[in-house]
């Protein structure tokens, strides 16, 4: 009667540990599933469909997809090639793509504060820090000197059909907080530009000395250093 009871214990217990380790490869499977279809979604080449023969944005398609769309952002040598948008609020597309469906990848946005012309001294950009180099995922590669040098620009079309051409000069790690880095309407001179600039030169982990003049515009990209800090850092370029 023991031994049947022994038996039978043991029996249980090959099953619990059976589904206990089929669970964990549901769980592990699941986990690699979730994972490809979070890089899909972010992936740039996604908006492949967007560019005409001539690498231009179609921006009629992609206003007719959302009206927010407000350019086109790319970083040469980089996978960092997508259009911008700007919400109502900055935490719109935090979670949202740029078709307006839920995403933990969200998007690439514009500061709501921001004139969606890019005539303000200074405008912020924001996008999350993804794995597999997507989104904002190559921005915290600039904090590397040779990364760096080797990517000097960044370009910005927008919905107007004007061609921005940015010159990267430096890369800083600051926190969520930094009231003068996250405050775009806060740089409304010449005067706050220099002060602001020569801030950013004493945080920089890289830099490169920048030309200021009376027309000169700012533009920060600016991502997470990961999910647990308030960590950020940027990259900040004038246009030319």
């Known amino acids: ?44 080449s996604q908006f492949k469909k967007f560019v005409d023969a001539d690498n231009q944005p179609k921006f009629e398609e992609l206003l007719a ?29 935090v979670n949202k793509a740029v078709d307006g469906t839920v995403s933990v990848s969200g998007s690439l946005f514009l500061d709501t ?19 597999g180099d997507v989104m904002f995922g190559e ?12 990517h000097t620009s960044a370009i910005i079309e927008t919905k107007d059909r004007q061609t921005l ?14 009231r003068l880095v996250f405050n775009p309407t806060s740089i409304n001179s010449s005067e706050k530009q220099t ?18 003049t009376p027309t000169t515009r700012l533009v920060a990209f600016s991502t997470c250093e990961s999910f647990s800090t308030d960590s950020r850092i940027i990259v900040i370029g004038a246009i030319q």
């Open 195 to 212: 002060q602001f600039v020569e801030y950013v030169k004493q945080k920089s982990e890289q830099f490169r000395e920048v030309a200021l």
């Open 1 to 44: 009667m023991m031994i049947k009871i022994i038996q039978s214990i043991n029996k249980l217990i090959d099953t619990l540990i059976l589904v206990f380790c089929l669970l964990v490869l549901f769980l592990a499977g699941f986990g690699l599933w979730d994972s490809y279809h979070l890089y899909q979604q972010a992936d740039a």
């Open 65 to 93: 997809l959302n009206k927010d769309v407000v350019g086109w952002i790319t970083i040469p040598d980089t996978k960092i090639n997508y259009p911008l948008v700007q919400g109502e609020t900055n935490l719109e597309y």
């Open 139 to 150: 921005i915290p590669k600039f904090l590397k000197k040779d990364f760096f040098d080797k």
């Open 165 to 178: 051409k940015i010159r990267l000069f430096a890369c800083l790690n600051t926190d969520a907080f930094d």
């Open 113 to 131: 504060r921001n004139s969606r012309d890019f005539t303000d001294p200074y405008s912020l950009i924001y996008g999350h820090h993804m794995a």
